[in-house]
């Protein structure tokens, strides 16, 4: 790995060396940004070995079309938009996104103030991975990958309207979730300090 390291000190580097197909490239290119892209099929698809499945066929995706990078903007932005896109072709072939598009309204104010407590990253994300598919994915699409309402119904055959709709359902759901997490927190630290009482 050190000898391939040295080969590439930058991403233009990297970047030619993927668009002539040379071997060591792709697998330090995969080394370097398996885990990361992982993250995000896992994110959209929830089971782990349907989200490897898909990130390595994403990543032939992305090795076949080296030549449409034309070195305007992010590389690793380039190559996430296109593993999302693989995530989202597969959940497109099993229909989820249609059927959860139609889902019912949540029955609360939303209010956006959960987003600035202490929540560590590891917990919101599991939270986000349990939300309905539909949900999840405009929220993942919106919210963390920074797609338009106008690109993300583009991408799911939907109208602006249900893309935002979606999306302030999704947020509420996690508020709602959120507030569940923190009561149960409550009562298992209130658990404990009456057990340390008693000792």
């Known amino acids: 790995m050190v000898k391939i390291l040295q080969l590439f000190t930058n991403e233009g580097q990297i970047v030619i060396a993927l668009q002539k197909g040379d071997p060591k490239a792709q697998r330090y290119f995969y080394d370097k940004y398996a885990t990361r892209m992982l993250a995000v099929c896992v994110r959209y698809l929830t089971d782990q070995m349907e989200a490897e499945d898909v990130m390595i066929e994403g990543f032939m995706k992305v090795f076949e079309r080296m030549d449409q990078f034309k070195g305007e903007g992010s590389f690793e932005g380039w190559v996430r ?74 991408q799911l055959g939907i109208s602006e309207s249900t893309s935002k709709s979606q999306l302030h ?26 057990k340390k009482q008693k000792i």
Request: proline letters at 2%; charged letters at 30%; glycine letters at 4%.
């Open 81 to 154: 938009r296109l593993i999302t896109n693989e995530a989202l072709m597969r959940l497109r072939s099993r229909r989820h996104i249609e059927v959860d598009i139609e889902a019912p309204e949540v029955q609360y104010q939303t209010n956006f103030d959960w987003a600035d407590t202490s929540l560590e990253t590891d917990d919101l994300l599991l939270l986000i991975g349990k939300l309905p598919t539909g949900y999840r994915t405009i929220f993942n699409l919106y919210a963390i990958e920074g797609y338009s309402h106008a690109e993300i119904a583009e």
């Open 169 to 194: 359902r999704a947020r509420g759901l996690l508020q709602q979730m959120l507030k569940e997490m923190e009561s149960l927190n409550r009562t298992t630290e209130a658990m404990e300090n009456i």
